[in-house]
C-alpha cells in the first residue's frame, strides 16, 4: 500500500511537470519579431537584417535579442532569457529553411 501511494504522489508530480508550458519560438516569433523580420526572415521591414541569410550563431542572435542592435530594440523587458533562446533557436530554422 505505502508503494503505491508513493506511486501516485510521482505521477501527479509528474502530471504538475508537463503542465508547464514551454517557451515556443514559434509563437514567440509570430508575436514579436514579423512586424520587421517578416515571417520568413527576410522581410527587412524598417532595415531588419534578413535572418534567413544571417550568418550569426545562437549565443551571438541570443545577445542582440537581449540587447538589441541599432534600431532593434532590447526584448530583455519583455522576454524571460527562456523564451529569448528559444525565439533566437527559431530564427535558426528560419535559415535552414531556405
Ligand atoms: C522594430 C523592428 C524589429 C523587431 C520588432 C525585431 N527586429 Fe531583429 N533586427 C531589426 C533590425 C533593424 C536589425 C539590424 C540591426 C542593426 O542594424 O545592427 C535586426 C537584427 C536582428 C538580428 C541580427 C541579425 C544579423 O545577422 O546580424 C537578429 C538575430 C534579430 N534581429 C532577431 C530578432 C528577433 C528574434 C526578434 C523578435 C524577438 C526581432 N529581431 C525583432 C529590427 C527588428
Same mark, same amino acid.
Given at each position: 500500500? /505505502?508503494?503505491?501511494?508513493? *506511486?501516485? #504522489?510521482?505521477? &501527479?508530480?509528474?502530471?504538475? %511537470?508537463? @503542465?508547464?508550458?514551454? *517557451?515556443?519560438?514559434?509563437? +514567440?516569433?509570430?508575436?514579436? %519579431?514579423?512586424? %520587421?523580420?517578416?515571417?520568413? &526572415? ?10 534567413? *541569410?544571417? *550568418?550569426? &550563431?545562437?549565443?551571438? /542572435? #541570443? =545577445? #542582440?535579442?537581449?540587447?538589441? /542592435? ?12 527562456? @523564451? +529569448? =533562446?528559444? #525565439? ?7 535559415? @535552414?529553411? @531556405?
Amino acid at each position: 500500500m /505505502r508503494y503505491l501511494s508513493l *506511486a501516485f #504522489v510521482l505521477l &501527479g508530480f509528474l502530471y504538475a %511537470c508537463s @503542465q508547464i508550458p514551454e *517557451a515556443d519560438g514559434h509563437e +514567440i516569433y509570430k508575436t514579436y %519579431c514579423v512586424s %520587421c523580420h517578416g515571417a520568413k &526572415g527576410n522581410m527587412g521591414g524598417n532595415g531588419a537584417f534578413d535572418l534567413s *541569410a544571417s *550568418a550569426l &550563431g545562437l549565443e551571438e /542572435r #541570443v =545577445r #542582440v535579442i537581449h540587447t538589441g /542592435r541599432n534600431t532593434m530594440t532590447s526584448f530583455k523587458a519583455l522576454l524571460s532569457p527562456e @523564451q +529569448i =533562446r528559444a #525565439v533566437a533557436e527559431y530564427t535558426l530554422e528560419l535559415k @535552414q529553411n @531556405q
